[in-house]
């Protein structure tokens, strides 16, 4: 059974910094694209950031752009967001996704991502 697992999550003031991490099991996700996405109270899931199966190719949403990176390690089966320069805006659930076919494009919609974590919590206090 695959069971995505985040951590990391937690408390910080504006200006600081959070490392999300999300440990994949029951399976190998070493050919399959993998993302963060991010839902606030009272909105929609929305992309943040995606990493290619090859982890040669990256794409962020416009905000987090020059903040947050990705990076992943298929040793392992996990995939990292390190967040930076945290806002109140970044306040949220956030959420690991592995996309649904192996060897696919990049993409930043929920739709594509078939396997999701339990989330873990970044609250940004102002």
């Known amino acids: 059974q695959v069971q995505l697992v985040e951590s990391g999550g937690g408390l910080v003031q504006a200006g600081g910094s959070l490392r999300l991490s999300c440990a994949a099991s029951?399976?190998?996700?070493?050919?399959?694209?993998m993302g963060w996405f991010r839902q606030a109270p009272g909105k929609e899931r929305e992309f943040v950031a995606a990493?290619?199966?090859?982890?040669?190719?990256?794409d962020y949403t416009n905000s987090v752009k020059g903040r947050f990176t990705i990076s992943r390690d298929n040793a392992k089966n996990t995939v990292s967001l390190q967040m930076n320069a945290l806002e109140p805006e970044d306040t949220a659930t956030y959420y690991c996704?592995?996309?649904?076919?192996?060897?696919?494009?990049?993409?930043?919609?929920?739709?594509?991502?078939?396997?999701w974590g339990q989330g873990t919590q970044v609250t940004v206090s102002s």
């Open positions: 996704a592995v996309a649904t076919g192996p060897l696919s494009p990049l993409s930043r919609s929920s739709y594509d991502y078939s396997y």
């Open positions: 990493i290619s199966w090859r982890a040669g190719d990256a």
């Open positions: 029951g399976r190998t996700f070493r050919s399959y694209n």
